[in-house]
């Protein structure tokens, strides 16, 4: 059973960035796809980031290519989302999560395929 927990919301400016973090109870990067997503107020959930712990291969949304990156640290168990260039859009509630891979490759963000979440953590971006 992996647990999730992330740290790092809050309060951002537009045009600023945010840097959260997912504490996870076991180093899950040898079977493991790791995925950022958010829901904002009255929307669905989506993923924005995805990462394959076997081989390191990265995907992201085309609402956050380009300003996002996600990464992983082994040693401290931890999963990472940078995102640069906020805008009020950005506004959610984001949640890390993980799931079994079954290879290398890419991690598709689809909802369903994904056991085990977070808590979530909110991100509010003024205007």
């Known amino acids: 059973q992996v647990q999730l927990i992330e740290s790092g919301g809050g309060s951002v400016q537009v045009g600023g960035s945010l840097s959260l973090s997912c504490a996870v109870s076991?180093?899950?990067?040898?079977?493991?796809?790791l995925g950022w997503f958010r829901q904002p107020p009255g929307a669905e959930r989506e993923g924005i980031a995805t990462l394959n712990s076997r081989d390191g291969r990265t995907h992201y949304a085309d609402s956050v290519k380009g300003r996002a990156t996600i990464s992983q640290d082994n040693a401290k168990n931890t999963i990472y989302l940078q995102m640069n260039n906020l805008v009020p859009e950005d506004t959610a509630l984001y949640y890390c999560?993980?799931?079994?891979?079954?290879?290398?490759?890419?991690?598709?963000?689809?909802?369903?395929?994904?056991?085990?979440w977070g808590p979530g953590t909110q991100v509010s971006v003024s205007s």
């Open positions: 999560a993980a799931r079994p891979s079954a290879g290398g490759g890419f991690c598709s963000p689809l909802l369903e395929m994904w056991n085990y």
């Open positions: 076991a180093n899950p990067s040898s079977k493991y796809c």
